[in-house]
């Protein structure tokens, strides 16, 4: 079973940024589809990034963070990242990292195999 760990979420102001972190736990491997995403209060959960070869060379992300967020992998590391520029209030959520063993034929649905618990990431204004 393998367990993920965000870390990296907070407070920051508008026009900040943050880069958060999902670390596999020790003696397992960080899957090879590895995905981001984020539920907002009052809404469904909602795909923000994923990186889905083992050189990170291959992504997808949602239109509303494309050009503000890039996600990267160290295999070395166990762990995959999200780093988040230019914040907007809009981007307050509970962010989430996924994993799942291979690609499917759509690897921005939620249907991940492994789930992190979670970390706020609040933007204010």
């Known amino acids: 079973q393998v367990q993920l760990v965000e870390s990296g979420g907070g407070l920051v102001q508008v026009g900040g940024s943050l880069r958060l972190s999902c670390a596999a736990s020790r003696r397992t491997f960080i899957p090879y589809v590895m995905g981001w995403f984020r539920q907002a209060p009052g809404k469904e959960r909602e795909f923000v990034a994923a990186i889905i070869n083992w050189s990170g060379t291959s992504t997808r992300y949602a239109d509303s963070v494309k050009g503000r967020f890039t996600i990267s992998r160290d295999n070395t590391k166990n762990t995959v990242y999200l780093q988040m520029n230019s914040l907007k209030p809009e981007d307050t959520a509970v962010y989430y990292c996924?994993?799942?063993?291979?690609?499917?034929?759509?690897?921005?649905?939620?249907?991940?195999?492994?789930w992190g618990q979670g970390t706020q990431v609040t933007v204010s204004s």
């Open positions: 996924a994993g799942k063993p291979r690609r499917s034929y759509d690897d921005t649905r939620n249907d991940y195999d492994y």
